[in-house]
């Protein structure tokens, strides 16, 4: 079946550091790819997508491209501030039976320090 | 547009104790999802819909049962609430496409003592 693997965090950054969070991801289809975002206390919220090989996904300053040769889909940010502080979900979407099940990764939680 | 709508907030159960979780969304999508997310976990997929009228187990579905009551509810019982129950629980919806997110609602905080 389709998995994604993200790496484990938590993920601890200065203010205005780069940012790297790995992303592979098996599929049998030809999966959509996602990035969620969960801030403390709330629910997930789409942070960027990519729907086809070699896609970039952006968003706020987030980044992600859709390597299909890797099967990977890693989220960058150039820049991170301290409000980026929250839990980053990879995820992707494939078609089973008549709707698009989506598999998540566990989650990177990124803590970012003034 | 109110989006993907939860009650309640937060429940406490005492074991063996019913209740129903509720979810509405305001964007005429056609599938619905419960999840429960517990920390290391992750997102696990408890049922979804992905019409009016039709229901699917997921990866966890044991304990649990879904109504799909019109196109913008979706709730989820617990008949017997166990502590392994507790969990925070999010309802989603999107469209039946590939290229569509999902949306979340803000998530139940349930306790099961």
């Known amino acids: 079946g389709d998995s994604v693997t993200q790496m484990e965090g938590p993920v601890t950054l200065s203010e205005e550091a780069f940012l790297t969070i790995n992303c592979t991801y098996t599929?049998?289809?030809?999966?959509?790819l996602f990035w969620y975002v969960q801030y403390p206390g709330e629910g997930l919220q789409l942070l960027l997508k990519?729907?086809?090989?070699?896609d970039k996904g952006s968003n706020k300053g987030f980044e992600a491209t859709y390597r299909k040769e890797t099967t990977s889909f890693h989220l960058e940010k150039g820049s991170v501030q301290v409000s980026d502080s929250a839990v980053y979900f990879c995820?992707?979407?494939?078609?089973?039976?008549?709707?698009?099940?989506?598999?998540f990764g566990r989650g990177t939680s990124l803590i970012v320090h003034p | 547009n109110a989006g993907v709508t939860q009650t309640p907030k937060f429940q406490v159960l005492k074991t063996g104790q019913s209740m129903t979780l509720q979810c509405a969304q305001d964007?005429?999508?056609?599938?619905m999802y419960w999840y429960r997310q517990d920390p290391g976990m992750g997102l696990r997929l408890i049922y979804y819909?992905?019409?009016?009228?039709?229901?699917d187990k997921g990866e966890v579905p044991n304990g649990y049962n879904v109504s799909r009551l019109n196109k913008r509810e979706f709730s989820l019982r617990l008949e017997s609430a166990a502590p392994s129950q507790t969990s925070v629980y999010f309802c989603?919806?999107?469209?039946?496409?590939?290229?569509?997110?999902?949306?979340f609602g803000p998530g139940t905080r349930l306790t099961v003592t």
């Open positions: 989603a919806s999107s469209e039946n496409r590939g290229g569509y997110e999902q949306y």
């Open positions: 599929a049998t289809g030809y999966p959509s």
């Open positions: 990519a729907t086809k090989a070699d």
């Open positions: 995820a992707l979407s494939d078609r089973t039976g008549g709707s698009y099940i989506p598999t």
């Open positions: 964007m005429n999508h056609n599938s």
């Open positions: 819909s992905a019409s009016e009228g039709t229901t």
